[in-house]
């Protein structure tokens, strides 16, 4: 069983800052996602990503396989950017994902 | 944009009514996924669903829960009497080549 973990599971910041989310897992795993999931429940897929480092606009997520850890970056945050972030590994040998509990972000103006 | 739909965006239900979940994944995609979300909980796998069949399926997905691909693009959740415990939200989800999943916007099913 593979056991996610994302830190902080809160994250305040003020508009226009760096942003860091952290997400690290137990067992090996083949691609991991992150998502994004906001007020209303649906959730968008973001990245995913097996090796290195993927850019989408203002969203960067690198990923280190042999430690287990994946990161998630969002430079010049907006209050747009508000929303619950979630780190699913995707496991050798299955299709499921495993969800992280999800980093709440809040991006105040 | 091609994306993943489902049908009904809400539903209530009273606790032993059996309810459908309905899903349209994307046309060319060939994985199924659904996975719930009990508020204030993480999301959870329930079971995933290729050539017609089960592949995997949690400890979640009891005899009560049964999935279906009745027609070429309508891929369903049956929970076949409900209890206080399913009310949850509900993600269908759908890949090509069993990586990346896109999801649906999701149905929030409550049992009263």
């Known amino acids: 069983k593979n056991e996610v973990e994302q830190s902080p599971q809160n994250l305040t910041a003020q508009e226009g800052e760096f942003i860091t989310i952290n997400c690290s897992y137990s067992v090996g795993i083949s691609a991991l996602h992150w998502l994004q999931q906001h007020p209303g429940g649906g959730i968008v897929s973001l990245f995913m990503l097996s090796s290195g480092k993927k850019k989408h606009g203002r969203l960067i997520a690198t990923i280190n396989i042999q430690e287990k850890h994946s990161s998630l970056h969002i430079t010049a945050s907006h209050p747009r950017d508000s929303a619950v972030y979630i780190c699913a590994p995707h496991n050798f040998g299955n299709e499921k994902l495993t969800f992280g509990t999800g980093t709440r972000l809040t991006i105040i103006p | 944009e091609p994306e993943v739909t489902q049908t009904p965006s809400h539903q209530v239900t009273q606790m032993g009514q059996e309810v459908i979940l309905r899903c349209v994944p994307i046309s060319n995609h060939l994985y199924f996924y659904w996975y719930r979300q009990i508020l204030g909980q993480k999301v959870e796998f329930l079971v995933s669903f290729y050539n017609n069949e089960i592949s995997e399926k949690s400890e979640i997905f009891d005899d009560q829960f049964s999935v279906e691909r009745p027609d070429g693009s309508n891929f369903t959740l049956k929970i076949r009497s409900t209890k206080l415990e399913d009310s949850a939200m509900y993600f269908c989800?759908?890949?090509?080549?069993?990586?990346?999943?896109?999801f649906g916007p999701g149905t929030r099913l409550t049992v009263l």
């Open positions: 989800a759908s890949s090509d080549l069993a990586v990346e999943q896109f």
